[in-house]
């Protein structure tokens, strides 16, 4: 039986550990409270639900849950068309690299901060996108102009609310004008985005310069994360 198959834990009265741990030193049996029980409960539910598709992803040979969301976009948007040119935006471990390749992708580079394991049929750079020079190294590297440029980026969060913003939003401005640069007329561009993320400069630049742009929440997003998806469609014949 899988994990996701087996009943949550019942709800019993539960004598927490005490041997060795400072509560069980003199200051006697704490017991969990119904309100302990009934968070820890959601937790594992919410665990389950959410393994549930790092599960899938492995028994499929994905290397990453984040495989499926764009196969929800592109199943929705049809982005991946047979022969284009794609260039991933934090690609590690190379789930989204696997995916434009299986629809038919003819190139494809992916960059990301952290070393990604070959995939054959694909060029993975190991680099700081913000860096200067590592744009064109991309563009070199694909041979061309792209025609659907994704970006997955995110940047460990520290927990400092604005500062954490402000990241975000860093990572989204520099993947837009990226996109805004290089794409072919009529490319497309994915990138992750927050919910209540202030993308309104972003937002409005995209609108300008592409046919469409639509907010996706992929399913196998997680529900309790504010993570959704902007999508930028059929870029503008401008130059
Ligand atoms: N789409 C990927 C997949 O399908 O496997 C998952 C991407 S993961 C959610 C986000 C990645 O963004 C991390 O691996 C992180 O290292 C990368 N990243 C964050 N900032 C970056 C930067 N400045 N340059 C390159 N990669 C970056």
Request: aromatic letters at 8%.
């Given at each position: 039986m899988s994990e996701d198959e087996k009943s949550p834990p019942r709800r019993k009265m539960v004598r927490l550990p005490t041997a060795g741990t400072a509560a069980g030193r003199g200051m006697g049996t704490k017991m969990k409270t119904a309100d302990d029980k009934s968070m820890?409960?959601?937790?594992?539910?919410?665990?389950?639900?959410?393994?549930?598709?790092?599960?899938?992803?492995?028994?499929?040979?994905?290397?990453?849950?984040?495989?499926?969301?764009?196969?929800?976009?592109?199943?929705?948007?049809?982005?991946?068309?047979?022969?284009?040119?794609?260039?991933?935006?934090?690609?590690?471990?190379?789930?989204?690299?696997?995916?434009?390749?299986?629809?038919?992708?003819?190139?494809?580079?992916?960059?990301?901060?952290?070393?990604?394991?070959?995939?054959?049929?694909?060029?993975?750079?190991?680099?700081?996108?913000?860096?200067?020079?590592?744009?064109q190294q991309l563009i070199d590297a694909l041979g061309g102009a792209p025609d659907l440029v994704l970006s997955d980026m995110a940047h460990n969060t520290i927990g400092h609310r604005q500062t954490d913003h402000l990241k975000i939003i860093a990572l989204i401005e520099i993947a837009a004008e990226f996109a805004l640069r290089t794409l072919k007329p009529?490319?497309?561009?994915?990138?992750?985005?927050?919910?209540?993320?202030?993308?309104?400069?972003?937002?409005?630049?995209?609108?300008?310069?592409?046919?469409?742009?639509?907010?996706?929440?992929?399913?196998s997003s997680r529900k309790d994360s504010s993570e959704v998806y902007l999508v930028a469609l059929d870029r503008n014949q401008t130059r």
């Open positions: 820890s409960s959601q937790q594992w539910i919410k665990r389950q639900l959410a393994d549930k598709w790092s599960e899938r992803a492995r028994a499929e040979g994905w290397r990453s849950r984040a495989a499926f969301k764009l196969m929800e976009i592109d199943d929705r948007l049809g982005l991946i068309r047979p022969g284009v040119r794609v260039i991933d935006l934090g690609a590690a471990p190379g789930g989204w690299v696997q995916v434009a390749l299986k629809r038919g992708a003819k190139a494809v580079v992916g960059v990301d901060l952290l070393m990604i394991e070959p995939i054959p049929g694909a060029e993975l750079i190991q680099a700081d996108f913000t860096h200067a020079g590592v744009d009529g490319g497309h561009f994915v990138t992750k985005n927050f919910q209540g993320g202030d993308a309104g400069g972003v937002l409005a630049e995209l609108r300008a310069n592409f046919r469409d742009v639509k907010y996706i929440k992929p399913a």
